[in-house]
């Protein structure tokens, strides 16, 4: 049977030995006939050049506020170095990617994000600046790829109908576009086992979490930072989009399988109430 999976990695993954064992398993994913669709983010590696050329990073709830310098770091990180070395080490396993950021052929449709009261950030509606929601996707474009059997990789740069770039955490994009497929799986791969009741505590891992339970958890402080924006926007998804949602870690060989195929083996399940 085909799957159609939406596979998030977070910037720090992109430059692991992890993703060499990330990309054999897509490998047998694609030759199994599965369509599989990357989304990148790049976060450290952003913040690493924020620091090195003297510019302040300012992290709302998990979400860089981002101003003309900012963008261009991300445009520089995130559609530049950070997608060509990805594409490269898929190449180099046998996975044809296919580099793409949103205004490649108008992949990832947005518009600037208004003003909003965001979960972790207290009342007040935040404005992030050139920060985008994600408004459609070219699903022609993807259509055509996975039918040549191309796995498309996505920087998670959003592009306005002017033409102007924006800003959008990766996992939103994944979840947006994991939901726009109706894909059978989205997989978040990050740096923690899953989400864990200790950040401290690698073998604390919660592995099934309703959005009661995380919202609880944001307001008591056990869930922060990245793992915010993670899970907020997945759960949407699975009201009417994606069949299963799975934050998981650094994977072992096998493990992206056996995510997409039995959700709940490892990492963290998110559960519709
Ligand atoms: N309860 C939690 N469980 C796991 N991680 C958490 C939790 N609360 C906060 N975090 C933080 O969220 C981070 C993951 O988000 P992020 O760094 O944005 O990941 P990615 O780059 O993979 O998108 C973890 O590295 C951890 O520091
Ligand atoms: C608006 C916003 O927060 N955008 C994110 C995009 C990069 C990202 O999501 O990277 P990771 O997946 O590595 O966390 C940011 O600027 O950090």
């Known amino acids: 049977m085909t799957h159609t999976i939406v596979l998030k990695l977070g910037g720090e993954l992109v430059h692991s030995p992890e993703l060499d064992v990330i990309a054999k398993d897509l490998r047998a994913l ?14 450290p590696q952003a913040t690493a050049l924020q620091k090195t050329l003297g510019l302040e990073t300012r992290m709302v709830a998990g979400r860089r506020f981002t101003d003309e310098k900012t963008l261009e770091v991300m445009k520089y990180v995130v559609a530049g170095q950070l997608n060509v070395d990805l594409c490269g080490r898929l190449l180099a396993n046998g ?3 296919v580099g793409l950021h949103g205004a490649s052929g108008w992949m990832v449709q947005a518009r600037r994000r208004p003003p909003r009261v965001m979960q972790g950030a207290g009342p007040e509606p935040v404005d992030l600046g050139l920060v985008g929601d994600v408004i459609g996707f070219n699903l022609p474009l993807l259509g055509d790829l996975f039918e040549r059997r191309y796995v498309p990789v996505l920087a998670c740069l959003g592009c306005d109908d002017r033409g102007q770039a924006l800003n959008i955490n990766g996992d939103t994009v994944a979840s947006q576009l994991a939901g726009a497929l109706r894909a059978d799986a989205l997989v978040l791969v990050t740096s923690t086992p899953g989400v864990l009741r200790d950040v401290k505590d690698p073998a604390s891992r919660i592995p099934r979490i309703t959005r009661s339970e995380f919202e609880r958890m944001v307001a008591d402080g056990t869930i922060s930072g990245g793992m915010i924006p993670k899970l907020e926007e997945s759960f949407d998804v699975l009201k009417g989009g994606a069949r299963s949602v799975v934050i998981i870690g650094k994977l072992a060989p096998g493990d992206l399988a056996r995510a997409v195929l039995s959700p709940g083996a490892a990492g963290t399940v998110l559960v519709a109430e």
């Open 95 to 97: 996975v044809m990617g």
């Open 30 to 43: 694609v030759d199994g006939f599965n369509r599989v669709a990357i989304v990148h983010g790049g976060g």
